[in-house]
T-cell receptor
């Protein structure tokens, strides 16, 4: 596809479970970002990859959150021991190079019951 | 502490009139500003940007104004169309920071009435 693809579009899980959210960026985009948007708020930065490495993970709220991008393309955001407060829309974005406008996917809506 | 604020959660405008969306920021290190538009169940879409060396940038019906001394920017849409109805996010970054970490405001829901 031409845009950033995120799967699943919706995920419902029970408190304490582990979840993985996938992001497939635009082909050729070297920079990849994860953001989280809670209800009624703007997106909040979580982590930024340049190639395979996490260049800035200062937005990850705690050590239950982890993200990887092993081949410099697809990225997976992993959340361990989910809590109800983790419920939000998780947005992935990519850009051709850092400091160019971000292209967002449609997000994964995570609901922790 | 919100570094980017959009104080109006919603705005209603008649079709054909001007829509003005406002944004304030507190971090003086911000030097690049963007507006994103978001429809329900979709991700934000880039609309227009401005760097701090300019005070105005225009793209068709959309114009962004930047007042650095007041740490204020605004997005003007004229004429407004029903298809412009969406949530608009203001975002800011410091160009010299690593990557393009954007700090977003809370959004303003624009409703354009036919």
């Amino acid at each position: 596809g031409a845009g950033v693809s995120q799967t699943p579009s919706n995920k419902v899980t029970e408190k304490g479970k582990y979840v993985e959210l996938r992001c497939d960026p635009i082909s050729g985009h070297t920079a990849l970002y994860w953001y989280r948007q809670s209800l009624g708020q703007g997106p909040e930065f979580l982590i930024y990859f340049q190639g395979t490495g996490a260049a800035d993970d200062s937005g990850l709220p705690n050590d239950r959150f982890f993200a990887v991008r092993p081949e410099g393309s697809v990225s997976t955001l992993k959340i361990q021991r989910t809590e109800r407060g983790d419920s939000a829309v998780y947005l992935c974005a990519s850009s051709l190079v850092s400091n160019s406008p971000l292209h967002f996917g449609n997000g994964t809506r995570l609901t922790v019951t | 502490d919100q570094q980017v604020k959009q104080n109006s959660p919603s705005l209603s405008v008649q079709e054909g009139r001007i829509s003005i969306l406002n944004c304030d920021y507190t971090n003086s290190m911000f030097d690049y500003f963007l507006w994103y538009k978001k429809y329900p169940a979709e991700g934000p879409t880039f609309l227009i940007s401005i760097s701090s060396i300019k005070d105005k940038n225009e793209d068709g019906r959309f114009t962004v104004f930047l007042n650095k001394s007041a740490k204020h920017l605004s997005l003007h849409i004229v004429p407004s169309q029903p298809g412009d109805s969406a949530v608009y996010f203001c975002a800011a970054s410091a160009i010299l920071s690593a990557g393009n970490m954007l700090t977003f405001g809370g959004g303003t829901r624009l409703m354009v009435k036919p």
